[in-house]
Protein backbone atom coordinates (compact mmCIF):
# COMPACT_ATOMS: atom_id res chain seq x y z
CA UNK A 1 0.00 0.00 0.00
CA UNK A 2 2.95 2.53 0.90
CA UNK A 3 4.61 1.25 -2.49
CA UNK A 4 1.12 2.81 -4.49
CA UNK A 5 1.56 5.95 -2.58
CA UNK A 6 4.42 6.93 -3.50
CA UNK A 7 4.55 6.24 -7.09
CA UNK A 8 1.00 8.18 -7.38
CA UNK A 9 2.97 10.94 -4.93
CA UNK A 10 5.88 10.65 -7.93
CA UNK A 11 3.70 10.36 -10.90
CA UNK A 12 1.92 13.39 -9.66
CA UNK A 13 4.66 15.66 -9.03
CA UNK A 14 5.79 14.97 -12.54
CA UNK A 15 3.13 15.79 -14.33
CA UNK A 16 2.71 19.00 -11.96
CA UNK A 17 6.16 20.01 -12.86
CA UNK A 18 6.18 19.59 -16.39
CA UNK A 19 2.91 22.25 -16.69
CA UNK A 20 4.71 25.39 -18.44
CA UNK A 21 3.69 27.75 -20.91
CA UNK A 22 5.22 26.90 -24.47
CA UNK A 23 4.42 29.34 -27.48
CA UNK A 24 6.25 29.35 -30.54
CA UNK A 25 6.88 33.23 -30.16
CA UNK A 26 8.27 33.31 -26.49
CA UNK A 27 11.83 33.51 -27.21
CA UNK A 28 14.36 31.51 -24.76
CA UNK A 29 16.46 33.45 -22.08
CA UNK A 30 19.28 34.00 -24.25
CA UNK A 31 17.44 35.54 -27.17
CA UNK A 32 15.05 38.10 -24.81
CA UNK A 33 16.72 40.88 -26.42
CA UNK A 34 16.44 40.37 -29.72
CA UNK A 35 12.51 38.76 -29.77
CA UNK A 36 10.79 40.23 -33.05
CA UNK A 37 7.00 38.87 -30.89
CA UNK A 38 5.25 40.35 -27.86
CA UNK A 39 5.31 38.70 -25.16
CA UNK A 40 2.65 36.04 -23.94
CA UNK A 41 -0.24 37.67 -21.73
CA UNK A 42 -3.02 36.47 -19.90
CA UNK A 43 -5.53 39.51 -19.31
CA UNK A 44 -8.51 38.96 -16.25
CA UNK A 45 -11.54 41.73 -17.56
CA UNK A 46 -13.44 43.06 -14.78
CA UNK A 47 -16.20 43.83 -16.78
CA UNK A 48 -16.68 39.95 -17.58
CA UNK A 49 -14.72 38.41 -15.41
CA UNK A 50 -13.08 36.16 -18.81
CA UNK A 51 -9.50 35.81 -19.78
CA UNK A 52 -8.19 37.18 -23.24
CA UNK A 53 -4.51 35.07 -23.34
CA UNK A 54 -2.18 35.93 -26.42
CA UNK A 55 0.53 38.03 -27.66
CA UNK A 56 0.68 41.90 -26.04
CA UNK A 57 0.43 43.87 -29.64
CA UNK A 58 0.84 47.19 -28.21
CA UNK A 59 -0.45 49.46 -25.45
CA UNK A 60 -1.50 53.35 -25.35
CA UNK A 61 -2.48 55.41 -22.92
CA UNK A 62 -6.17 53.96 -22.56
CA UNK A 63 -5.89 50.35 -23.96
CA UNK A 64 -4.19 46.70 -24.64
CA UNK A 65 -4.27 45.28 -27.49
CA UNK A 66 -3.83 41.74 -27.34
CA UNK A 67 -3.78 38.92 -30.48
CA UNK A 68 -6.34 36.34 -28.58
CA UNK A 69 -4.98 32.96 -29.22
CA UNK A 70 -8.30 31.41 -30.05
CA UNK A 71 -9.82 33.81 -31.90
CA UNK A 72 -6.57 34.75 -33.51
CA UNK A 73 -8.23 38.62 -33.82
CA UNK A 74 -6.79 41.34 -32.23
CA UNK A 75 -8.80 42.72 -29.10
CA UNK A 76 -8.55 45.83 -27.83
CA UNK A 77 -8.99 45.89 -23.63
CA UNK A 78 -9.51 49.49 -21.76
CA UNK A 79 -7.20 49.64 -19.18
CA UNK A 80 -9.93 50.36 -17.06
CA UNK A 81 -11.78 47.21 -17.70
CA UNK A 82 -8.35 45.26 -16.51
CA UNK A 83 -9.12 43.65 -13.29
CA UNK A 84 -5.02 41.95 -13.06
CA UNK A 85 -2.77 40.33 -15.97
CA UNK A 86 0.35 38.21 -15.93
CA UNK A 87 3.02 38.55 -18.03
CA UNK A 88 5.60 35.76 -19.75
CA UNK A 89 8.15 37.28 -21.74
CA UNK A 90 9.96 34.27 -21.49
CA UNK A 91 9.98 30.20 -21.51
CA UNK A 92 11.29 29.19 -18.33
CA UNK A 93 13.76 26.31 -18.11
CA UNK A 94 12.56 22.74 -17.68
CA UNK A 95 13.55 21.23 -14.01
CA UNK A 96 10.84 18.39 -14.12
CA UNK A 97 13.50 15.68 -14.90
CA UNK A 98 14.85 16.91 -11.89
CA UNK A 99 12.21 15.23 -9.46
CA UNK A 100 12.53 11.51 -10.49
CA UNK A 101 16.35 11.98 -10.15
CA UNK A 102 15.82 13.30 -6.40
CA UNK A 103 13.99 9.97 -5.63
CA UNK A 104 16.43 7.49 -7.12
CA UNK A 105 19.48 9.06 -6.47
CA UNK A 106 19.35 9.31 -2.25
CA UNK A 107 18.91 5.25 -2.41
CA UNK A 108 22.85 5.30 -2.86
CA UNK A 109 22.86 6.73 0.87
CA UNK A 110 21.59 3.32 1.88
CA UNK A 111 19.62 3.61 4.96
CA UNK A 112 19.74 7.09 5.69
CA UNK A 113 18.02 7.66 2.35
CA UNK A 114 14.69 7.34 4.59
CA UNK A 115 15.94 10.80 5.51
CA UNK A 116 17.56 11.94 2.45
CA UNK A 117 14.83 11.09 0.19
CA UNK A 118 11.92 13.33 1.59
CA UNK A 119 15.13 16.38 1.44
CA UNK A 120 15.79 15.90 -2.13
CA UNK A 121 12.25 16.14 -3.30
CA UNK A 122 11.42 19.15 -1.08
CA UNK A 123 14.54 21.16 -2.96
CA UNK A 124 13.71 19.94 -5.90
CA UNK A 125 10.07 20.98 -5.94
CA UNK A 126 11.22 24.32 -5.26
CA UNK A 127 13.90 24.61 -7.91
CA UNK A 128 11.43 23.43 -10.27
CA UNK A 129 8.13 25.61 -8.93
CA UNK A 130 10.77 28.72 -9.19
CA UNK A 131 11.72 27.53 -12.78
CA UNK A 132 8.34 27.89 -14.33
CA UNK A 133 7.62 31.54 -12.11
CA UNK A 134 10.67 32.45 -13.85
CA UNK A 135 10.47 34.89 -16.78
CA UNK A 136 7.36 36.80 -15.45
CA UNK A 137 5.07 39.42 -13.91
CA UNK A 138 2.01 40.42 -12.77
CA UNK A 139 -0.45 43.91 -12.39
CA UNK A 140 1.42 44.50 -8.78
CA UNK A 141 5.24 43.71 -10.03
CA UNK A 142 4.81 46.37 -13.18
CA UNK A 143 3.11 49.55 -14.47
CA UNK A 144 1.56 49.72 -18.00
CA UNK A 145 4.07 52.23 -18.98
CA UNK A 146 6.78 49.23 -18.07
CA UNK A 147 4.43 46.43 -19.80
CA UNK A 148 4.59 48.25 -23.39
CA UNK A 149 8.40 47.37 -23.37
CA UNK A 150 7.08 43.70 -23.32
CA UNK A 151 4.57 44.43 -26.45
CA UNK A 152 5.20 43.68 -30.53
CA UNK A 153 5.02 47.27 -30.94
CA UNK A 154 6.41 48.78 -28.06
CA UNK A 155 6.38 52.71 -29.09
CA UNK A 156 2.65 52.03 -29.91
CA UNK A 157 0.50 50.86 -33.01
CA UNK A 158 1.38 51.87 -36.44
CA UNK A 159 -0.89 54.10 -37.69
CA UNK A 160 -0.84 52.68 -41.27
CA UNK A 161 -1.14 48.87 -40.07
CA UNK A 162 -4.18 46.84 -40.56
CA UNK A 163 -5.00 44.84 -37.54
CA UNK A 164 -6.03 41.99 -39.39
CA UNK A 165 -3.19 41.35 -40.87
CA UNK A 166 -1.25 40.65 -37.55
CA UNK A 167 -0.88 36.97 -36.96
CA UNK A 168 0.83 34.64 -34.63
CA UNK A 169 4.32 33.10 -35.65
Not at 33 to 40: K, L, W
Not at 90 to 96: D, E, L, M, P, W
Amino acid sequence: MMKNNWVFILGMLIAISSCATKKAYLPSSDYVDVNTYGSYIKVKRQSTYTNVKGELIAIDSNSLLVLDEKSEQCVKIPISDVFEFKLRYANASQYGWTVPVAVVLPFMHGFFSVMTIPTHLIFTIVVTASGNRAYSYNNMAISYKELAMFARFPQGLPPDIDLSLIKSP
